[in-house]
């Protein structure tokens, strides 16, 4: 009899102790960090906030950010050599090697190089609009403002710029 209930006890321990190691592997298995944005805007203030959620990959608001900040990249002058580098690295990563794109940026710093332009002046760019001309096109506009290294400010220009999509490589 005691038999019977040693083994009875054998089977129940075990299943228990079976049911706490999958339950341990469950547990262990879920993330352990919940991503949770907060957005601001330029006077700090919350605009939005909530937990991140997966964004799919063709999702216009990436495809805006990217020409955004594409074109912040490629109209600012920078005084700091390795800031307006990195700029230009930005520029060429977002476009396809030989593309149209491509060969019309590359023969604008041929004409007009940025590291060039830094030794007399400053270039900053306020992108203050961005439309979506049609599923494939947007429409850009932007002011550039120069500050020359004597320190004197003239707004360059307000320029609009039509882009196809295979000219952004995301999305």
């Not at 495809?63 to 520029?91: G, I, P, Y």
């Amino acid at each position: 009899m005691w038999r019977a209930q040693l083994r009875l006890l054998a089977v129940t321990t075990s299943a228990v102790a079976l049911v706490a190691v999958l339950g341990l592997i469950v547990i262990g298995t879920k993330p352990k960090v919940i991503p949770y944005i907060v957005a601001v805007d330029n006077l700090g203030k919350v605009v939005s906030q909530g937990t991140a959620v997966q964004a799919s990959v063709a999702d216009d608001r990436l495809k805006r950010a990217a020409l955004w900040s594409w074109v912040q990249d490629w109209r600012m002058v920078s005084s700091d050599a390795t800031v307006e580098k990195n700029a230009v690295e930005r520029v060429y990563a977002e476009i396809g090697n030989g593309t149209p794109a491509a060969i019309k940026i590359s023969d604008g710093y041929r004409d007009g190089s940025p590291l060039k332009l830094a030794q007399t002046e400053t270039v900053s760019v306020d992108v203050r609009a961005l439309y979506a001309s049609s599923k494939d096109s947007y429409e850009v506009e932007w002011t550039e403002t120069a500050f020359d290294l004597r320190v004197s400010i003239s707004v360059l220009k307000t320029t609009r710029v039509s882009s196809q999509s295979p000219f952004i490589r995301r999305g």
